[in-house]
């Protein structure tokens, strides 16, 4: 117990150490911003700005960073974003030094409200979809940024911003915020993987900090001028964001229940056309038709995403249900498969009166094969033969099997009996030709093949495989290298 008291004690003092690595640069920039606008007096704005701006800059590298450590999924669009915020408090400083504008110009609140869009996107387009139906996202996203840019222009210019307009333009910035920070915990609440998580838990905090900053900025401190107090809040978020992307490593994922995970996965998709019809119902009072235009995008980008992915999903359905019938060694059917087939062919036999033969191949001297050669050469001797088994298999109807270990099977429809009987003896022709080097006498590998045939079934399909079995065991004791065949009596329903 001591021991765990003291590993548990040596945990927290490393992640203790951890966090104020992380912490310690953004503390100092924090109080150097405090520090400027304390001493600074008139030229207090000027010197803020270089903070507003540069933070955001920081954080966004710290992001691409990570994007060569980890992924470029969700870190790349996040540093976009924090471009884009910078840009916009660029454009601000120009506009408030340069220009003397009172009020946040047009380029300035386009730059504000594009910065979640690839949020948006990150958060809506999971990385384990396919790459044409990320393109359909990044279709939606465009739109959306189209919107932004027109919603934008329509209530600001670049000498200002009424403030009516900007009343406006406000609420859609809080519409967005909860958006993202809304959609961040969802996706966090319902995440199954570590690196995923890992970007997750960074995001969410962020926005989260992200939506109380701004709603406190524009609501109540939005008369303010730069280069005072507030000017401290606006650095919290990308303080926070730059401390977590420093120290930021990955942690074990938390139990999280697979009925959620797969709710949110399903709905994630829905994320970018809520955004964009949120957006079109805001624009609807001042370009009525761009406003239809961007729902119905909405509508049949999500559309044509379902669609893809639905057909996504079919595929995969395919390809499982074609693996669970097919071996994997060898690529022939596997048991199951061939239990069902043969099943189905005797019940059909038995309701037509037609004829069925069944084949049972075993390799002659494997684990002779086996223990000289090694496993991974038996390996290749059981493709090898599976290969001449597949081959020989010409018809749509017959259907070439592995039936355990060394052992095959082919079953045999509408085929009589001299007809079985020769396709067997091809069979063991074509694997004896091969010359595949054996350590059994005649230094080749070579096949036993018992074959029964009948002309009508009951439903009891034991009694056929039995018979093959037996007719395989005449072949291996006649000396091996040869096929035995045994007919069964037809049998007639009392």
Not at 123 to 150: I, K, N, Q, T
Not at 265 to 294: E, K, N, Q, Y
Not at 384 to 405: H, I, K, N, P, Q
Not at 465 to 475: F, G, P, V
């Amino acid at each position: 117990m001591e021991t765990v008291r003291r590993l548990d004690r040596a945990r927290a003092q490393v992640q203790f150490a951890a966090f104020a690595r992380a912490a310690m640069l953004p503390a100092i920039l924090f109080l150097l911003h405090a520090l400027l606008l304390s001493t600074m007096g008139d030229r207090a704005g000027q010197a803020s700005f270089v903070f507003l701006i540069g933070l955001p800059l920081l954080a966004g590298c710290a992001c691409i960073r990570l994007v060569r450590r980890e992924s470029w999924e969700g870190w790349l669009p996040l540093a976009a974003a924090m471009l884009c915020w910078a840009g916009g408090m660029a454009a601000t400083m120009v506009g408030v030094l340069m220009l003397d504008v009172e009020s946040e110009v047009s380029l300035s609140m386009l730059l504000y409200v594009l910065y979640g869009v690839p949020l948006i996107f990150a958060l809506a387009s999971p990385p384990e979809e396919a790459w044409y139906v990320r393109c359909v996202d990044a279709v939606l996203a465009g739109a959306l940024g189209y919107l932004f840019f027109v919603y934008v222009f329509t209530l600001s210019t670049m000498s200002g911003t009424q403030d009516a307009n900007a009343a406006a333009l406000r609420r859609m910035f809080d519409v967005e915020n909860l958006y993202i920070a809304t959609f961040a915990l969802i996706r966090l609440a319902a995440c199954r993987d570590t690196a995923a998580r890992l970007f997750l838990r960074v995001l969410t905090a962020y926005a989260v900090v992200y939506l109380l900053v701004a709603a406190y900025i524009n609501h109540v401190q939005a008369e303010a001028d730069f280069g005072l107090w507030p000017d401290l809040v606006i650095d919290l978020p990308f303080l926070l964001l730059l401390a977590r992307t420093v120290g930021v490593r990955r942690e074990l994922v938390p139990p999280v229940s697979r009925r959620l995970a797969l709710i949110v996965r399903a709905g994630s998709p829905l994320m970018l056309p809520a955004t964009l019809l949120t957006v079109s119902a805001f624009l609807l009072s001042h370009d009525a038709r761009l406003a239809v235009a961007g729902c119905i995008v909405a509508t049949l980008g999500y559309g044509l995403r379902s669609v893809l992915v639905q057909l996504r999903s079919y595929d995969e359905q395919d390809r499982l249900a074609e693996l669970s019938h097919a071996d994997a060694l060898t690529g022939l059917a596997n048991r199951r498969l061939f239990d069902e087939v043969l099943r189905r062919e005797a019940a059909r036999a038995q309701r037509h009166g037609g004829a069925l033969a069944l084949m049972m191949v075993d390799i002659d001297h494997f684990k002779l094969l086996n223990d000289h050669y090694g496993h991974p050469v038996g390996d290749a001797r059981l493709r090898e033969v599976a290969a001449a088994l597949s081959a020989c298999a010409r018809r749509g109807t017959d259907l070439a099997a592995r039936y355990g270990g060394e052992e095959f099977a082919m079953i045999l429809p509408d085929t009589d009996a001299h007809r079985a009987a020769a396709m067997a003896e091809q069979i063991r022709e074509a694997v004896e030709n091969l010359a595949l080097p054996s350590p059994a006498p005649g230094g080749v590998v070579t096949v036993s093949i018992g074959v029964s045939h009948t002309q009508s079934l009951q439903a009891d399909v034991q009694k056929l495989i039995d018979s093959a079995d037996r007719a395989l065991y005449d072949a291996k004791r006649g000396g091996r290298n040869r096929i035995a065949l045994e007919r069964l009596e037809p049998l007639v329903a009392g």
